[in-house]
């Protein structure tokens, strides 16, 4: 998706040109194109007898879409679960997460 945001509208051909190496199979582009097509992040355009694919969302709604998945997939559709995740693990701390409520509260008002 980060090619499609920072590229534009490209076709199959030119995404596989943009991977760096070591560079995926031209179908196994196409299978993923598919996908984010299906999932309604890309929409296709017919170009003579080929398809040009672009962004159908911002990045910001992509990162909320995915995000969403996994806390519904893995944390019981519970963001608190996910937050207290990091915490546990100690990827986020106490000063981190306050600063997260803070933005939070600054938020609502």
Do not use: C
């Amino acid at each position: 998706m980060r090619i499609f945001w920072t590229d534009g509208p490209l076709f199959i051909r030119e995404l596989v040109d943009r991977i760096p190496e070591p560079k995926p199979h031209y179908n196994t582009v196409a299978t993923l194109v598919k996908f984010l097509e299906e999932k309604g992040f890309l929409k296709r355009e017919p170009v003579a007898n080929l398809f040009r694919y672009h962004v159908a969302i911002t990045e910001k709604q992509y990162h909320a879409e995915t995000v969403g998945e996994v806390v519904d997939r893995y944390y019981n559709h519970s963001y608190a679960s996910l937050v207290s995740q990091f915490v546990e693990d100690e990827r986020m701390d106490l000063q981190e997460l306050k600063d997260l409520i803070a933005q939070i509260e600054a938020a609502r008002k």
